[in-house]
């Protein structure tokens, strides 16, 4: 092999090797440096309002008022109160709310409710599907994918389908007449990890 030949060689392998360092350098940074952090996308915040989406016929913030005993549940989204950012660009902020007779509730539940009132993600644990059903005898959220109830009552708990988990539940609180955010979901929202 000529000495030019042994050059060129080596430099490739150099700049082969020099890829592959800044490839494993990229990949050992937290993924929090490349996540999206726009206002529109993160997660719900302590002190957020519920909003209906920006797509609704009539898009608004959510008062313990427009939430009535033991009807369907509403599909709303946390907002931002100082800058009025309503968090719909990620599906996995979809919030279901609902207000059932405080004494049917557990003390798990209680404890997350303001006034009977409460919310839960709108993800079905299993496989990740919007949970849009509601069973008006049982007072179950229905996912119309495999057909999982969770019990609102009960910390939505599973109590039919493949679910292998409730669905997260978000503790709320009421404040000067309005219904907040009170901090971060109960669990990881969203369908079963892939194993």
């Known amino acids: 092999m000529s000495a030019d030949a042994a050059d060129n060689c080596c430099a490739g392998r150099r700049r ?5 360092a800044g490839i494993a350098v990229c990949a050992s940074l937290p993924l929090a440096v490349s996540a999206d952090t726009s206002p529109a996308k993160l997660p719900p915040q302590a002190g957020d309002l519920l909003a209906t989406p920006s797509w609704d016929d009539n ?6 008022a427009d939430v009535k005993l033991k009807a ?13 950012v309503t968090r719909e660009k990620s599906r996995l902020n979809q919030i279901l709310l609902v207000r059932l007779d405080p004494k049917t509730l557990d003390a798990a539940t209680t404890a997350l409710a303001a006034d009977g009132i409460v919310a839960y993600a709108g993800t079905c644990t299993h496989t990740g599907c919007g949970v849009t059903e509601w069973n008006d005898k049982t007072l179950h959220f229905v996912c119309p994918c495999h057909l999982s109830e969770f019990d609102p009552a009960t910390a939505a708990t599973r109590v039919a389908g493949p679910a292998p988990r ?8 009421l404040e000067n007449g309005q219904l907040l955010v009170a901090g971060a979901f109960t669990a990881r929202v969203g369908g079963a990890k892939p194993a």
Do not use: H
């Open 59 to 64: 898009p608004r913030v959510i008062t313990p």
């Open 16 to 20: 082969l090797l020099e890829g592959l």
């Open 166 to 173: 409730p669905l997260p539940a978000l503790p709320l609180k």
């Open 72 to 84: 369907a549940p509403l599909m709303v989204f946390p907002q931002d109160a100082a800058s009025g």
